[in-house]
């Protein structure tokens, strides 16, 4: 059974994207670090974290923070109804709570409108194992997130390409391309991982350990004449740990804390930024897409000789980012703004 929804939680990309690696369009400086650069890459990095966490039945926050009572009604409808139809993106699940895995695949084809004035081509996978008893609402639905993770082990897997379960991210080349109303084009390569363990039923809340891979993260925005503004490789050298907490009333998880450590690297300009989570804490109820306490530390190295370019860091507050606005940071001593201006989801 298909359904047709609006793609509300990772479609909601209203992006905002700088064309800032190296000034022009392509970029010539290698082995140097260029602020705006250095800045995008951590701001690419920190989508990659919000954007894997993003249900496929998730509704945008924005929304939700004009309408409250949407919570419950929202999640009824998206995770438990099999004949819900709103908007424009088609979407096929199978869940089966025998064997313990679900399937949803989203699916842009024909121009889907994902949100104003941007449109996707391609489609999205998503593959759960190992999910907890009663995880499915129904044979063609999504499973209920919360119920899912509860089996010790439950993975999730998302990818632009098909899903071998024997292989989670192998040979995964087929790619998402967003189209804006501007003439730019972003395509997106990617297979993610997340791990589910230590899920904690507490008074009135509910939390889980998740960890996030990245086997594969291949990020390309054109400009409207076809130049290269960017060409980004991501990685996790090691499991990116997310906490996710979720009240028991609320129809999703309301806040996360991350630590961990994400690498993007600039294929053009040759250099890299390591983004270094340490205690950084997402919060729903005040910003859908983007941290509102802990620091990050971030290193550039070249990518051909290995030699560090540059370090700095930032301080995420409430009062700075809580409305999604720039975050101020510094770098080799002087000020850098990423801009944590939208979801650009992943």
């Not at 044979?139 to 292989?167: C, M, W, Y």
Request: hydrophobic share 35%; glycine share 10%; net charge negative.
């Amino acid at each position: 059974m298909k359904m047709r929804h609006k793609f509300l939680g990772l479609g909601w990309l209203c992006i905002f994207l700088l064309m800032a690696c190296g000034g022009g369009m392509g970029g010539t400086e290698t082995g140097n670090a260029i602020p705006a650069g250095v800045g995008y890459a951590v701001a690419d990095s920190i989508d990659v974290v919000s954007g894997m966490e993003s249900d496929p039945g998730e509704i945008s926050f924005a929304l939700l923070q004009q309408n409250p009572g949407l919570w419950q009604k929202v999640e009824k409808m998206l995770l438990e109804s099999s004949a819900y139809a709103a908007g424009s993106c088609s979407s096929t699940s199978t869940c089966d709570d025998v064997a313990h895995t679900a399937n949803t695949v989203i699916d842009f084809d024909g121009g889907c409108e994902v949100d104003s004035g941007v449109t996707a081509t391609g489609k999205r996978f998503f593959s759960w194992f190992n999910m907890g008893d009663n995880s499915c609402p129904s044979p063609a639905a999504p499973p209920k997130v919360f119920h899912a993770i509860q089996r010790e082990g439950a993975t999730l897997i998302r990818a632009t390409d098909s899903i071998d379960p024997n292989n989670f991210c192998a040979g995964v080349d087929q790619s998402v391309v967003l189209s804006f109303n501007d003439g730019r084009k972003l395509t997106i390569t990617e297979c993610g991982i997340l791990s589910y363990s230590n899920f904690e039923l507490g008074n009135g809340s509910s939390s889980v350990t998740e960890t996030l891979s990245l086997p594969v993260a291949h990020r390309v925005l054109k400009g409207p004449q076809g130049g290269t503004a960017f060409d980004h490789v991501l990685s996790t050298t090691e499991p990116v740990k997310v906490t996710v907490q979720k009240a028991m009333d609320s129809g999703f998880p309301q806040n996360k804390l991350i630590d961990g450590i994400i690498t993007v690297s600039h294929q053009i300009m040759k250099f890299s930024v390591k983004t270094e989570y340490q205690n950084v804490f997402f919060d729903f109820t005040q910003c859908r897409c983007y941290p509102v306490s802990g620091t990050i530390a971030i290193t550039a190295t070249d990518n051909q000789t290995g030699a560090t370019l540059g370090t700095g860091s930032a301080t995420f507050n409430a009062a700075q980012s809580g409305n999604c606005q720039d975050v101020n940071a510094t770098f080799n001593g002087n000020p850098i703004s990423i801009p944590l201006n939208s979801c650009r989801g992943i």
